[in-house]
């Protein structure tokens, strides 16, 4: 065994390896967070002082980081945060975990995984093994990762190690977390993949599966999330064609899901929110153009999916038409914008063009989230109402229940609307139905 390798495998085993992580969000921040919980000392990096000093504060900005895990770590001086990557010069392992969104014209944007590697190979020594966790399109370790960290003269596989693991963090799941989601590990070699494998047995309670390369553990990412966005176009797709045949297409889902094999339940909504399954989908697209082929199925579901919020607008007129009244000068009254239910994440929610679409139509738009008070598309600010009142559903002409949180009072928005436009079957348990239009 290399000394290199054994050196680190030891150094794992008794915890004295220097753990760092760049990129203190969503991801980041919880990884960091169990590493430190499980007696390493644990370096964050991040760009944004107030991330940095918040972390160095024992403030914990992260919803999925429960009670004073974060403000333990910090006082027990096994978690602190930097902006100074010359800090990795100290540290064995670092697992890179920032951002990979899609630029204005939906290609992908990989700057701060750049960025970030650039950092860190200023101070790549011999010894490290360093693990990228953003998703991204198959061949960023080897093809981009890999040149920036060798570019001092050290040779991975042989000076340090590299791996991909994707992150499958999902904000606001309460059963699965950083802590116990089964993770994959591809290395450059099998030594990469072991020590970088190691690291996470060591600390992650899910299970750590191992693949011949960082493109598979690249490439099953994105199959995990454009199998979503799939298979969400093709429920939407399904919404529209019962619709015009007059068929309740979330009954024909209770229906489907009685299959006990070969069938998973996945349900129409306004559109595709969040930042990774209207995304990643795009990565692959755009990778799979330098190997000549184009991804019809993404491209078809993307359209289906970007064209809900129309679809919905759509909707909500012919409510309107029925009541012989225009979308022009309607009341509107758009109950919640979250990407989805219980979170106050709002990153490409479709809502955001659904409240765009109303008022280009002239219609006399407010929304309610109790998660969103104001938010920020396309340089506009939007802010909503700060309660929900009797009066606001009474004198909306169409109420539009876009995001289906568990808080609202399904009940009464029914009984006070005089129209409810229900694109997710959130209140399938009210009884009286004479008023809701579903989606
Ligand atoms: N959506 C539908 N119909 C569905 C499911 C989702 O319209 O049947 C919509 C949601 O309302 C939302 C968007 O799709 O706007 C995305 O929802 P999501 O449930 O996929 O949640 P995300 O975006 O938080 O996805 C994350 C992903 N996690 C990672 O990428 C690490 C994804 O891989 C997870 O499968 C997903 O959480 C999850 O299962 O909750």
Same mark, same amino acid.
């Given at each position: 065994m290399s000394n290199i390798k054994s050196e680190l495998l030891g150094k794992i085993k008794d915890k004295s390896a220097v753990v760092g992580i760049v990129g203190l969000g969503y991801v980041g921040l919880p990884l960091a967070v169990e590493f430190a919980k499980a007696g390493y000392r644990t370096i964050g990096f991040d760009v944004q002082a107030k991330k940095v000093d918040a972390v160095n504060a024992g403030?914990?900005? #992260? =919803? *999925?980081? !429960? =009670?004073d895990t974060l403000k333990n770590a910090v006082e027990a001086g096994r978690l602190t945060a930097t902006s100074d990557f010359a800090f990795i010069r100290k540290v064995d392992a670092v697992a890179i975990c920032v951002p990979t969104p899609l630029d204005k014209y939906q290609q992908p944007d990989i700057s701060y995984v750049k960025g970030s590697t650039e950092s860190v190979a200023k101070y790549v020594h011999g010894g490290m093994v360093i693990i990228l966790e953003s998703t991204t399109y198959p061949g960023t370790t080897e093809e981009l990762l890999k040149p920036i960290l060798e570019a001092g003269g050290l040779k991975c596989g042989r000076d340090f190690y590299l791996a991909f693991s994707p992150e499958r963090v999902d904000p606001g799941n309460k059963q699965y977390k950083t802590k116990n989601t089964p993770k994959v590990v591809g290395g450059i070699g099998r030594d990469s993949t072991e020590v970088a494998a190691a690291l996470y047995r060591s600390v992650l309670a899910g299970g750590v599966f191992e693949v011949s390369s960082p493109a598979v553990a690249e490439m099953e990412k994105l199959l995990e999330n454009t199998y979503r966005n799939i298979n969400i176009g093709l429920a939407n797709e399904m919404a529209i064609i019962c619709h015009r045949m007059g068929i309740n297409v979330w009954e024909v889902i209770e229906a489907a899901k009685t299959k006990p094999y070969g069938f998973q339940a996945f349900y129409p909504g306004p559109g595709l929110g969040g930042h990774c399954i209207p995304l990643d989908p795009f990565y692959l697209a755009w990778k799979a153009r330098e190997y000549d082929y184009h991804t019809r199925l993404i491209e078809t579901s993307g359209e289906i999916n970007t064209g809900m919020p129309e679809y919905v607008v759509q909707r909500a007129m012919t409510v309107l038409n029925r009541d012989k009244k225009s979308m022009n000068g309607a009341k509107v009254l758009v109950m919640g914008v979250a990407y %989805?239910? *219980? #979170?106050d994440d709002y990153r490409e929610s479709p809502a955001l063009n659904i409240v765009d679409l109303l008022l280009k139509q002239g219609a006399d738009t407010t929304f309610y989230d109790p998660y969103i008070p104001e938010y920020r598309h396309k340089g506009k600010t939007h802010t909503g109402a700060r309660e929900l009142t009797d009066e606001m559903l009474k004198r909306a002409d169409i109420v539009i229940i876009c995001t289906a949180h568990s808080c609202f009072d399904y009940d009464k928005i029914q009984k006070l609307s005089q129209e409810v436009f229900d694109t997710r079957n959130?209140? %399938? *348990? !009210? %009884? *009286?139905?004479?008023n809701i239009e579903l989606l």
């Open positions: 403030h914990n900005y #992260i =919803g *999925d980081i !429960v =009670g %989805k239910a *219980d #979170i959130a209140m %399938k *348990d !009210v %009884k *009286d139905r004479s």
